[in-house]
């Protein structure tokens, strides 16, 4: 791997783990996901997934299903960014679970390039329609205290 390539992937380990950090923020009890937007090694947006604004912080019903309006992480990450004054056209995504196939055409939609995941989402049919559209998916997998990268 030349220089330049580990020194992306390093950062690219970076901030997928800030992102790990930052899904702790979500009240879900099934699965805590977080996500960062970077733009030219700045985070421009963040998110985890979770209720509405103004909704109670419950993620599950009775049942422990995941109630139909929670957000997940990109989604408000995505949003976030649209009230702002920064752009994510370019930007590169690092989310802790790869995208579902809903946050994969917002991901599409908003211009970002490249998406950094952690483990799979057991449905995979998100990461699918990012490769066809042209987006970089690179998942990095956490064995024995560091990040590796998985060929996807």
Known sequence: MD??????????????????????????????????????????SDGYNGTPVGFENVCEDDNDHTKAYVLHAEANAITKVAQSNNSSNGATLYVTTSPCIECSKLIIQSGIKRVIFGEYYRITDGVDLLKRAGIECIQLEYIDGEFVEKNI
């Open 3 to 44: 220089v330049k390539a580990n020194k992306q992937t390093l950062l690219d380990s970076r901030y997928l783990r800030m992102a790990q950090i930052w899904a702790e923020n979500s009240y879900c009890q099934r699965r805590k996901v977080g996500a960062l937007i970077v733009k030219n090694k700045m985070i421009i």
